[in-house]
C-alpha cells in the first residue's frame, strides 16, 4: 500500500469523509422512506381511506423507484454522481415537505411518487463514488457505510416520525420538518461531494496517490472501458441475489411489526423495542461484514473470494435460522433469532462493492442500477406474496419458510457471480 515519503504531510482522510456524509444521506433516506408507514393510522382516520386505498398508496413509492433505476443510472455515468445526488436529494425532501400540504389520498399518492421518484439513483451514485474515492482494500467499508444508513434509518425512523408528530401535534408539521432537514442535507451534499478526488480541495498529494494507484489497479484487468462487454452471467445472478435479499430485507421492515404482533403476541411497546433491536442488529452487522471483508484483504485473501465466501456464509445462516424460527415458541428467543439473521442479512451490503469488481468504472453507475432496480422489484413484490400467503395459509409459518426459500435463492445466485478472477 503506497506510503507517504519522509517529511510529506500525513495522508488526508476526505475519502471518508465523503462516505460519512452518504451514509448521513442515506439514513435520512430510509427515515423519509418509512414516515409514511408511522403516520398511516394518523392519516387514514383524518382523510378517512380505505384499507385498499392505503395499501395502493403504500406500493406506489416502489413504482417510479423501480422504473426510474436505469435512467438514474444512466445519469449518473453522464453527470457524475454529486451533481445527482445533491438534486435527488433537493428533490425528495421537497416532495417530503409538500406531504404536509396535501389535501386527500390522490395528493399523497402523487407525493409517494415523486420520492420514489427523486430516491432512485441514491444507491447506484454512491456505487459510482465507491469506484472513484475508494482503493480497492476499502470498498468493502465504503460499500457498507452506504448501506448501514438504510437498517440505522429504520431503526430510528419510526421513533424519530413518531416523536415530531407527537410534539407538533400534528402529522404534517412532522412531513414538513422531515423534508426541510433533508434539502439541508442536499447543501451538505453539493458543498462536499467531488466525482474526482483530483477536484476536492481537502484532497493532498498522499491521499491523491493512494487513491489512484489502488484504484487503477484495480480497474486495470477490466479493459475497454465503455465498449467492454457486460459479463451477463455475473450480472443476471448478481441481480437475482439482489432481489431475493431484497424480499427478505423488505419483507421484515414491511411484515415484521405484524409478524410479531399476531404470531408472538407482543404489544405496541414490545412491538416497537423488538424492531428497534431487529434493525440496530442489521446496521450493526452490515459495518462488521465491511470491516471484516477488508480484514481478509488486508491478510492476502483474494477481493473476490472474500466477498463472495461472506456472502455465502450469511445466506446459509440465514437459511438455517429462518427455517428453525417456526419451532421456537418463546417470543424473546424468536426476536433474538431475528436479530440474528437481521445481522448476518445486511452482509448483502457487499452486494454494493461487486459493480466496481464487474465492470469498467464508466459503467458503474448502469450495473449498480440494475442490480438496485431488481432490489426493488424484490420490494414490489414481497408485500403482495406475504399477503397472499396469509390469506391462503392462516399462518406465518409459510411466510418465514418463503423467506428461508429466499435466502436460498440467494445463495445459490451468488454462486454463479464470477469473481475468482477479480482482485
Avoid at 128 to 147: I, P, T
Avoid at 358 to 371: A, F, H, I, T
Avoid at 404 to 416: D, K, M, R, S
Wanted: charged share 10%; aromatic share 8%; net charge positive.
Amino acid at each position: 500500500m503506497p506510503t507517504s515519503p519522509p517529511g510529506a504531510l500525513p495522508r488526508t482522510s476526505v475519502r471518508w469523509k465523503i462516505f460519512c456524509i452518504i451514509f448521513l444521506i442515506t439514513l435520512i433516506n430510509l427515515v423519509d422512506r418509512i414516515s409514511l408507514s408511522i403516520a398511516m393510522p394518523t392519516i387514514s382516520k383524518e382523510m378517512n381511506l380505505s384499507p385498499a386505498l392505503q395499501g395502493l398508496i403504500l406500493s406506489s413509492f416502489f413504482w417510479s423507484y423501480t422504473l426510474l433505476q436505469l435512467p438514474g443510472g444512466w445519469l449518473i455515468d453522464k453527470i457524475g454522481a454529486r451533481r445527482v445526488i445533491s438534486a435527488a436529494t433537493l428533490l425528495w425532501g421537497g416532495f417530503q415537505a409538500l406531504m404536509g400540504v396535501v389535501t386527500g389520498g390522490l395528493g399523497i399518492l402523487l407525493m409517494r411518487l415523486g420520492l420514489g421518484a427523486a430516491e432512485a439513483p441514491l444507491f447506484p451514485a454512491g456505487s459510482k463514488l465507491n469506484a472513484s474515492w475508494l482503493s480497492k482494500s476499502e470498498r468493502a467499508r465504503g460499500a457498507v457505510l452506504m448501506d448501514a444508513g438504510s437498517p440505522f434509518g429504520a431503526a430510528i425512523g419510526g421513533l424519530v416520525i413518531a416523536q415530531l408528530i407527537l410534539a407538533f401535534d400534528s402529522w404534517r408539521g412532522a412531513f414538513v420538518v422531515a423534508g426541510l432537514l433533508t434539502v439541508a442535507a442536499s447543501w451538505l451534499a453539493w458543498r462536499y461531494l467531488r466525482d474526482d478526488p483530483a477536484a476536492h480541495p481537502g484532497v493532498n498529494a498522499a491521499e491523491l496517490a493512494h487513491i489512484r494507484d489502488e484504484t487503477q489497479a484495480a480497474s486495470s484487468p477490466q479493459a475497454g472501458g465503455d465498449h467492454a462487454p457486460l459479463p451477463g452471467r455475473s450480472v443476471a445472478a448478481m441481480c437475482i441475489g439482489r432481489a431475493s435479499w431484497a424480499m427478505i430485507f423488505f419483507g421484515l421492515l414491511t411484515w415484521g411489526p405484524s409478524y410479531l404482533a399476531q404470531a408472538r403476541g407482543l404489544d405496541l411497546k414490545g412491538i416497537g423495542a423488538s424492531t428497534f433491536f431487529i434493525f440496530l442488529s442489521a446496521a450493526i452487522g452490515s459495518l462488521t461484514g465491511g470491516f471484516l471483508c477488508d480484514t481478509l484483504v488486508a491478510r492476502s485473501v483474494q477481493r473476490g473470494r472474500a466477498i463472495k465466501g461472506m456472502v455465502l456464509v450469511s445466506g446459509v445462516v440465514m437459511l438455517l435460522v429462518l427455517v428453525a424460527l417456526p419451532r421456537i415458541n418463546d417470543p424473546m428467543q424468536a426476536v433474538a433469532m431475528l436479530c440474528a439473521t437481521a445481522f448476518f442479512l445486511m452482509w448483502g451490503s457487499l452486494y454494493w462493492s461487486l459493480p466496481s469488481l464487474l465492470v469498467p468504472r464508466q459503467r458503474v453507475g448502469l450495473v449498480g442500477s440494475s442490480m438496485n432496480c431488481a432490489g426493488s422489484v424484490g420490494g414490489v413484490l414481497i408485500p403482495i406474496i406475504t399477503g397472499l400467503l396469509l390469506q391462503a395459509t392462516g399462518s406465518f409459518h409459510a411466510v418465514i419458510l418463503f423467506f428461508g426459500g429466499c435466502a436460498l435463492v440467494y445463495v445459490i445466485a451468488t454462486l454463479f457471480i464470477g469473481l475468482n478472477r477479480t482482485r
